[in-house]
């Protein structure tokens, strides 16, 4: 062009339209040579000149408007044409080709107008050229086939649900066409659509399975189905997509058929449980817990098996009671396998989920309560510990295995309300293995005490490691007293004697009585006495003679027998060197015992299996009017004998101790709770009074209110005048 000259609009356009017509002809696939750069340069300028040229030739905004009617008119004649012929999968390809045209076209023509989309548009804000392509692109072939094209596409989804092969690169180009097209042309006029049509087809799938298949069936076809949904995301659908369709699996699939899927009869939650289908739980675990709640219901399944589980160990506990008492050992190790079962189900079918941790804990904490033949939990659990503690009980077991299980044992005490019960009969139990040398060794006691103080802290054990310390203590004393008797001045007490002396606080309380000993105990008394005071003025003695045991010989007729005896026993039989035959009333004379005493010693020594005394009359209980007389015939296979005191009852003694702690830890607890909060309202002190002393015992309501009476009789608290409900601490 001449420079100067002006170029008018029409003949301007003509040499636009050479270059339209050549790109149409391009898209169609007609024989053209491509764009050079000499012509890409002319329909460049031309756009340029015609843009640049003063008014009124600035025909700028012609052709912003010839712009919009070239893909107009290109779309009416040409793509729409093409499209309306096409069905099913063939009118996808053919939009597909359509939309890569028309981006084609756009790219091409945005190059060639360049000058009115950089300065035109910008100056009188107009939509950019390629906003406009997309509106003609929208407005005449997206709206008139868009819904045609879902159906299509939603056919397909269908398919390939029931295993047909489809095109996905296919899919994948016809939805981005609904993406690109605008923000909610997707989800409007797609997305919605076919959330609402995977509804009902899981709906319709949900219906059929849960009637034909067993549960583990079920959940493999319910995983699949969410595996293959989020494949399809992956290849095909957009990735906002992805939540609703998960969601419409889970909720037709698994959500509105829980109760049913769980409940089979032979294959549910249940049965599963009860068949160890690790496989399967660990499945019906990674199905429900995405899900809001999901996991609730099976939890409570969980707990009900594994109650139900451990309330048939205690029945069966009582029914071998009744035909021959409880199997103490079997049963506790019972529970802890069944313990160990289940963590396991916790930890690694459930991925230590918080709601099965607690539905362990909620099962155990209603059988490992329950009394069996009169046995507490807590008495039980004690037992079981005297026994793996005792020589004997230690020794059939490894190393790891006595570990294993002294930590089963912590963990079975934590669902005991009643831990102090434990901690009474424990103490008992352990002073017993200490004194009479029945520990299986200090190393396995200690472990056991740092446990339990780990788990119930240090106050829980202090009285029991105060135990243990004070036997390494008594050896040591004991140690001393026999190099006190080597030395040639001290007075020999006649007899081989070993003390063991405790500090009173560690200790259970025992019976103490002023028992008559025979003079040969005497003198070992005075002995051990002046050694004693000689090393502390500090201390006192007290002798507990009913823990002590002494080794007696007796001269029978057929052989020597030496006979280990308790040294109320032991008493009783030295009372025969100096006579034949003594009344029941003269042994309890020169004795100075109490009659239950008496009777127990004596029914040992005249009516059990070892009969070193004869008894007139003969019969099996003791009364005021019987009289003995030493049993020189008496033998046995063996030389050494151990005779059996007829066991107490120490039951009813250590709840009565227990009872008495409580009230005072009630006691403390609500002068605690009071003292810091000075007003409160009954309902409120109650429950922070339970709260408070749980972690050890289960305070009883009656037990709670009856305190706080004690302490407002006592001046700790009072009654506000205005309402009697609510309590004030009195400073």
């Known amino acids: 062009m001449e420079p100067g000259k002006v170029m008018g609009l029409d003949e301007g356009w003509a040499l636009m339209e050479v270059g339209v017509t050549k790109l149409t002809r391009i898209l169609e696939g007609k024989k053209e040579a491509p764009f050079d750069s000499e012509s890409y340069m002319r329909l460049y300028t031309t756009i340029y000149n015609m843009c640049t040229q003063k008014p009124p030739n600035d025909y700028s905004q012609e052709l912003y408007d010839r712009y919009q009617k070239v893909f107009k008119d290109y779309l009416t004649k040409t793509a729409l044409p093409c ?36 300065y035109f548009i910008a100056r009188r804000s107009l939509a950019p050229l390629s906003d406009v392509a997309m509106t003609c692109f929208r407005d005449l072939v ?17 398919e390939e649900r029931e295993g047909g092969q489809i095109d996905r690169a296919l899919l994948k180009n016809v939805l981005d066409i609904y993406v690109e097209t605008g923000t909610d042309q997707y989800k409007n006029d797609f997305e919605t659509l076919m959330l609402k049509d995977s509804t009902s087809y899981y709906s319709r799938k949900a219906a059929s399975w849960i009637q034909e298949d067993s549960c583990p069936e079920y959940m493999q076809k319910a995983e699949e189905c969410l595996r293959k949904e989020k494949e399809r995301v992956a290849h095909y659908l957009h990735s906002t997509t992805e939540a609703g369709l998960v969601k419409i699996v889970q909720t037709e699939l ?50 009900q098996h594994v109650t139900a589980e451990g309330n048939a160990l205690i029945k069966q506990a009582e029914d071998a009671a009744t035909s021959g008492g409880v199997q103490d050992q079997v049963l506790v190790t019972q529970i802890m396998e069944l313990h160990d079962k289940y963590m396991d189900y916790v930890t690694k079918s459930f991925q230590s989920h918080t709601l099965f941790h607690k539905a362990l804990k909620e099962a155990f904490e209603v059988f490992c309560n329950k009394n069996v033949a009169g046995s507490s939990s807590a008495e039980l659990l004690a037992t079981f510990c005297d026994n793996l503690l005792k020589k004997g009980g230690i020794e059939k077991l490894s190393e790891e ?12 005490l934590a669902y005991i309300s009643d831990k102090d019960l434990f ?20 190393e396995h006691e200690s472990s056991l005490l740092t446990k339990l103080k780990q788990q119930l802290g240090g106050q829980f054990t202090s009285k029991m490691e105060g135990m243990v310390t004070d036997m390494t203590l008594a050896k040591d004393s004991q140690l001393q007293f026999e190099t006190y008797l080597n030395d040639s001045v001290a007075t020999k007490p006649g007899i081989d004697m070993t003390v063991t002396v405790l500090t009173t606080g560690f200790w259970p309380s025992y019976k103490t009585s002023d028992l008559n000993l025979p003079s040969e105990m005497i003198n070992c008394i005075q002995v051990f006495k002046a050694f004693y005071e000689g090393k502390t003025k500090h201390r006192r003695l007290m002798w507990i003679y009913s823990l002590g045991t002494c080794n007696v010989l007796g001269r029978f007729s057929a052989k020597p027998i030496e006979l280990v ?26 004795l100075n015992l109490s009659h239950e005493d008496v009777v127990r010693v004596l029914h040992s020594l005249s009516c059990a299996k070892y009969k070193v005394l004869k008894k007139e009359p003969m019969s099996k209980t003791i009364s005021h009017n019987d009289a003995f007389e030493f049993n020189s015939n008496f033998t046995d296979r063996m030389r050494r004998i151990k005779v059996p005191l007829p066991p107490m ?15 005072y830890a009630i006691d403390a607890a609500l002068v605690r709770i009071m003292k810091s909060r000075k007003v409160l309202p009954h309902q409120q002190l109650v429950s922070e009074c339970v709260e408070l002393l749980s972690k050890m015992f289960r305070p009883d309501i009656k037990m709670i209110k009856k305190r706080i009476e004690d302490l407002i009789s006592r001046d700790y608290l009072e009654r506000d005048t205005d309402n009697p409900n609510t309590f004030k601490y009195v400073a």
Not at 401 to 412: C, G, P, Q
Not at 423 to 442: H, M, N, P, T, V
């Open 254 to 303: 698994l959500v509105k058929v829980a109760k049913q899927l769980l409940d089979k009869e032979h294959s549910g939650c249940r049965a599963l449980l009860r068949d160890d289908k690790v496989e399967d739980l660990s499945r019906m675990y990674r199905l429900y817990q995405p899900i809001a709640k999901g996991l609730e219901p099976v939890a409570e399944v969980f707990k």
């Open 83 to 118: 499209l309306r012929e096409k069905h099913a999968v063939f009118l996808l390809r053919e939009l597909v080709v359509r939309w890569s045209n028309h981006k084609i076209m756009v790219r091409w023509l945005s190059r060639f107008f360049y000058y009115l989309d950089r």
């Open 649 to 663: 009852d120490e039951r009813k003694k250590v709840v009565e101790d227990v009872d008495k702690d409580r009230r």
């Open 401 to 412: 295995a006595v570990e294993r299980t002294l930590e089963n044992v912590v963990k079975l």
């Open 565 to 590: 005896l308790s040294t109320y026993q032991a008493a009783v039989l030295l009372l025969f060197n100096n006579t034949e035959r003594l009344e029941y009333k003269e042994i309890v004379e020169q």
């Open 142 to 158: 997206y709206k008139e086939l868009h819904s045609t094209a879902k159906d299509v596409v939603i056919e397909l989804i269908q």
């Open 423 to 442: 901690a009474e009969f424990y103490r008992k139990k352990q002073a017993r293995r200490l004194l009479f040398d029945r520990s299986g060794g200090e």
